[in-house]
């Protein structure tokens, strides 16, 4: 289905043609230089070598003509050989192929290299010399006679597994007039048009609920995406109704990560369903989780928190970064507990698991079952490798965490889903239609992902818990620290989440795990296994070894370099070397936690040390990582700078480790799968090459054969290996620095990347980069508590230049509102009818004419929501109020209409709330102002006053309780309290003691103050004696006042009531 999609071939009546991968940037210029020629080629593969017949051919070899033959053979991991063959595509240029059947019963022919007109010289032996080079085998020494089938030629047979089938390859799509226009090109070279293995396919057949648990480079979100083309595949051919076409969601933290799987998803529905296959590109939604969360939220949630992916939300949202630099940075720790490990106890233990929420119950060691022994709130599981000292610690710091997340009012992830939950619990979300709305829900990155995230994602299944249609992709190691993410916790919760929901106490759930490495050459795989073994053996756990795509390629090394810090000449080489690298395809990393412990280090060696003096882009000439901020990057080279030197534990751990001699103890095992994790992000950061730079002593004692095995014995000299790598500037590290510092809003990240791209050709993609980047920084530095309003002005205007320049006129206008520039707003865009409800602002304010005020009022309803900035939205919101209660008494009834229909409740109050006179002749002026603030609310909550809400009313009666002519303040205090404000009891209270100095204890003014206090004690939740006291001694006093009320008669039941006050009072005076 997938390959006859792509290929147009079906393997059986005609070939399915493919390309090796490796060709995909040679076919791309030769496309440019030598159209011609390479149509030719590929009208030679699609005419000639995919029919059946040409094999067969006796008489004139078609298949290799004079020229051709065979001139060498692949030779797989089982033994089996398939030949390597050479034609003649035309008269000048030559083509290198293959032929073999799969054990899916389909026959390929693949073309693995070719030789235009002026690469000839070079011999056919160099054309196939690197092509073994890429998949192992044998060159002939001569060519040999290509044998027909017709004559006894065979045709080659590869096993299941063999290396040959998982090779990066590329389909060729048959055309009957082969014209290599656009489309056709930009098919052929698409990322999308890959062969797919046989374990990524079993993937894709398995069914739901599925965990894929993958390292690096394995393929995970390729086999969500195919799963969706798939699925509709399917459905598509069973003719079913329109109107009942699946929903399905796909979500990942990383909106580049869900552009990704989108692009795939479009390209390969396209090929699988050629016509009407958009109906099927509409019923998949693809949302960051985040955003997911806020469209949960209810209403005014939704609209008072920002979107989470937006730049505004920076001032709002705590993302890992922020968390780490404006509060863990500034803490004083006992134990040293990186940021990480700090993020993934708050996340992944407490509040992912809906502990530790605002409001809820304390947790403390008890509630952790690994310190007790017991059954607990938190499973033995989770924290079993933890200490009781940094379960502590890292309580300590959660509770810190969460005063100052509160203070500064600040949302984090979980507090997001935990609002959303609510909002779903209680049916008042503003999404709500999205609950029980897709049939399947795909997740990748999935080790991002908290048990309540995983529980929320439930509410959106439409066959839940019937059927859990549910894929997860992830990868555990991808975390730094143990204690986060791990498949047993996930499987466990699905379990019984699933088992509690449904009944069925039958449903189990395993991880699949995905091996194969895509991104990495086999050197680096069988590096990255070292360390994964090592994780097993310490742990005492039965791991899995990744597996390199192509076992015999030769691509990528693994070097050690020796290099002394303390010589000069090399040191100055060195500084010169990491200068240069900052704008190639290089990433350097130091064995550092975090940035705190890497600026440490970095102080501690000579050649990074000089470096702080030379100034680029603020003071940045290195591009050095710690294991925290080179998560989630990758290089073409990596280099392990000094890990041995400059690292205080790295030798202990590295042996203890690697050494594989002894099992981890319980007091070690934490501190030793802590490093191994760590270690394994370094040693997966690298897409080709890894260089081991360190002393003689360290490399020999911390990088040996006997830990590392002897794929690591590549040793190189200084000068060898500043010869060997090269530092050719490039973006490719400035883009991806771009757009992963954008996702994290990582300012250290982005002023990398800006200082990255300047080191390279100044072109027009270059300047287009820097200005982009340069926007981001200033948009996440103006939305962030690090710099001063003063300095914040100033990035707002620069930002201004920058969106201006680029003709981003709308977001330029937006930080012209926030900076209060209505004046250049006014001279500026009087003609830009697409600004016009901000320009009559500008206009309304700067010329004070009322014609103005009117035309707002007009549009203000209709098109606020064309403001697509939340923080300008409430400002121009804030500045409407501002104007209309400025104008109030100029303004027209009818736009007083219009603006009572378009503001809220609250907002109409706050908006004609009177400006009352305090001086000595206003009783006459505040009563008429007091009449028309009825009226006016009457206008807009009705003329009975019952029938107001509690809230609303109580507002009302506040703001006339503020009256200093108020008629019958005692009557509105009692309202008040009978809607729930015992504040206006206290308030009231307060003003008779002011207005009444020394109350006489036989004052009548003594049965006021008990009717307010008695209307609002029953709102008190908490009773506190000495108030209970205190109001019993009042009600003693006012009993006795009582019966002094002039009447003729007493009532007996008063009369002894207060003699026993009496009483009371003597008893206790």
């Known amino acids: ?311 505004e939300a920076n001032a709002t949202f705590v993302n890992f970064y922020k968390f780490k630099s404006e509060f863990f940075n500034n803490l004083e720790l006992n134990e040293y507990i990186s940021a990480e490990q700090a993020w993934h106890f708050i996340r992944g233990v407490l509040k992912g698991r809906e502990l530790g929420w605002h409001g809820s119950e304390k947790i403390t060691l008890d509630d952790f079952s690994s310190i007790t022994g017991k059954d607990g709130k938190i499973s033995r599981k989770v924290t079993e490798k933890m200490s009781s000292e940094m379960i502590e610690n890292l309580l300590n710091i959660h509770y810190k965490y969460e005063q100052w997340r509160k203070e500064n009012k600040y949302l984090d992830d979980i507090d997001l889903v935990r609002r959303a939950m609510e909002a779903i619990e209680f049916g008042n979300s503003k999404s709500g239609d999205l609950i029980s709305k897709y049939h399947t829900t795909l997740i990748d990155e999935g080790q991002d992902l908290t048990i309540v995230e995983f529980k929320l994602l439930t509410y959106l299944l439409k066959e839940y818990p019937g059927k859990i249609n549910i894929v997860v992709g992830g990868d555990p190691l991808q975390t730094i620290n143990p204690t986060g993410f791990s498949w047993e916790n996930l499987e466990t919760f699905i379990t019984r989440k699933v088992i509690e929901d449904s009944g069925n106490d039958k449903f189990d759930i395993r991880p699949s795990r995905m091996l194969v490495s895509h991104r990495m050459p086999k050197s680096l795989v069988d590096f990255a296994n070292v360390i994964i073994n090592a994780r097993g053996y310490v742990s005492d756990e039965d791991v899995d070894l990744m597996k390199a795509l192509d076992e015999h390629s030769t691509e990528g090394f693994i070097a050690r370099v020796s290099y002394d810090v303390n010589d000069e000449e090399q040191r100055e080489k060195m500084s010169n070397f990491i200068q240069e690298s900052l704008g190639s395809d290089i990433g350097t990393i130091i064995w550092s936690r975090d940035s705190k412990e890497l600026q440490e280090l970095k102080s501690r060696d000579k050649t990074l040390d000089n470096l702080t003096a030379i100034s680029s882009d603020g003071g940045i000439s290195e591009d050095i990582h710690s294991i925290e901020s080179v998560k989630g990057l990758e290089f073409e080279t990596v280099i392990l700078y000094r890990f041995g030197d400059l690292a205080d534990s790295f030798n202990k751990l590295v042996n203890e480790s690697l050494s594989l001699e002894k099992k981890a103890t319980s007091e070690n095992l934490y501190e030793l799968l802590y490093f191994l994790n760590r270690l394994f992000i370094a040693a997966t950061r690298s897409k080709k090459n890894i260089i081991i730079i360190d002393s003689n002593e360290s490399i020999e004692e911390n990088w040996n054969s006997k830990l590392w095995g002897a794929g690591n014995q590549t040793i190189l000299g200084l000068d060898d290996f500043f010869e060997q790598i090269e530092t050719k500037p490039t973006l490719t590290k400035a883009n991806q620095y771009f757009e992963i510092g954008k996702e994290r809003r990582d300012l250290e990240l982005l002023h990398k990347a800006f200082a990255s791209a300047k080191r390279c050709e100044n072109t027009d993609e270059r300047r287009t980069l820097l200005i982009n980047i340069e926007i981001t920084i200033l948009q996440i530095e103006t939305n962030s508590n690090i710099i001063s309003d003063k300095d914040k002005i100033a990035k707002r205007r620069r930002l201004v230049e920058l969106y201006e320049q680029i003709g981003d006129h709308e977001k330029a206008i937006y930080e012209r509102v926030i900076l209060n520039d209505w004046l250049t707003i006014y001279e500026k865009y009087k003609n830009k009818r697409q600004y016009k409800l901000i320009w009559h602002f500008a206009a309304s304010i700067i010329t004070n004419d009322p014609n103005y005020l009117n035309k707002i009022i007009d549009t203000y309803a209709s098109q606020k929501n064309d403001i697509n900035n939340l923080d300008v939205k409430r400002l121009i919101a804030r500045k409407y109020k501002e104007i209309l209660r400025k104008n109030l008494s100029n303004i027209e009834n009818k736009y007083l209409k219009i603006i009572e229909k378009e503001f809220d409740g609250d907002d109409w109050i706050e908006l004609l709330e009177p400006d009352w006179d305090d001086s000595d002749t206003a009783v006459i002026k505040n009563s008429k102002k007091s009449d028309n603030f009825m009226k006016q609310m009457e206008s807009k909550f009705g003329k009975d006053h019952n029938s107001w809400p509690n809230r609303i009313y109580a507002k009302i009666l506040r703001i006339q309780l503020k009256n200093p002519n108020c008629i019958d303040p005692s009557r509105i205090v009692d309202e008040l309290a009978a809607k729930g404000d015992p504040d206006a009891v206290k308030n009231a209270i307060s003003n008779i003691f002011t207005n009444n100095e020394g109350i006489n204890v036989d004052s009548r003014i003594w049965l006021d103050i008990l009717k307010f206090i008695e209307s609002s004690t029953y709102l008190l939740k908490e009773k506190h004696p000495a108030r209970e006291i205190m109001i019993q001694r009042l009600r003693d006093v006012c009993s006795i006042l009582d019966i002094r009320k002039g009447f003729t008669g007493l009532n007996l039941k008063e009369f002894l009531e207060a003699l026993n006050s009496v009483k009371r009072i003597q008893t206790n005076p």
């Not at 159209?35 to 005419?47: A, E, M, N, P, Y």
């Not at 293995?197 to 739901?208: L, V």
């Not at 590109?281 to 008072?304: A, C, F």
């Open 1 to 311: 289905m997938y390959e006859n999609a792509l290929s147009k071939a079906d393997g059986v009546n005609l070939y399915i043609p493919k390309y090796c991968a490796s060709l995909t940037k040679i076919i791309e210029n030769d496309m440019k230089k030598n159209r011609v020629s390479v149509k030719k080629i590929f009208t030679d593969i699609t005419t000639k070598l995919i029919n059946p017949e040409f094999w067969n051919d006796k008489t004139n070899f078609p298949i290799v003509n004079q020229h051709g033959g065979y001139v060498g053979k692949i030779v797989d991991e089982y033994g089996n050989t398939v030949k390597i063959i050479k034609r003649s595509a035309n008269k000048s240029d030559r083509i290198y192929f293959c032929r073999y059947f799969a054990p899916n019963n389909v026959t390929y022919v693949k073309l693995l290299g070719y030789q235009l007109k002026g690469q000839r010289d070079l011999g056919w032996k160099e054309e196939v010399r690197n092509i073994i080079n890429r998949t192992g085998g044998v060159i002939f020494d001569d060519i040999k006679p290509f044998v027909p089938d017709s004559v006894g030629g065979e045709l080659d047979i590869v096993k299941r597994d063999s290396h040959l089938l998982k090779m990066h390859s590329g389909f060729i799509c048959i055309k009957d007039n082969l014209e290599l226009t656009e489309n056709y090109i930009e098919d052929l070279l698409n990322e999308a048009n890959i062969c797919i293995t046989d374990d990524q396919f079993e993937q894709i057949a398995k069914k739901t609920p599925l965990l894929i648990d993958g390292h690096a480079g394995t393929g995970k979100s390729i086999i969500i995406a195919l799963r969706i083309a798939a699925h509709f595949k399917i459905w598509d051919s069973e003719d079913r109704k329109d109107e009942n076409i699946p929903n399905l969601l796909v979500v990942a933290y990383n909106k580049r990560v869900l552009d990704m799987i989108e692009k795939y998803v479009n390209y390969w529905i396209s090929k699988m369903i050629p016509e009407f296959y958009e109906k099927y590109l509409d019923r998949i939604h693809y949302l960051p989780t985040l955003n997911l969360y806020h469209q949960m939220l209810k209403k005014e949630d939704y609209s008072n928190i920002p979107i989470p992916t937006s730049v």
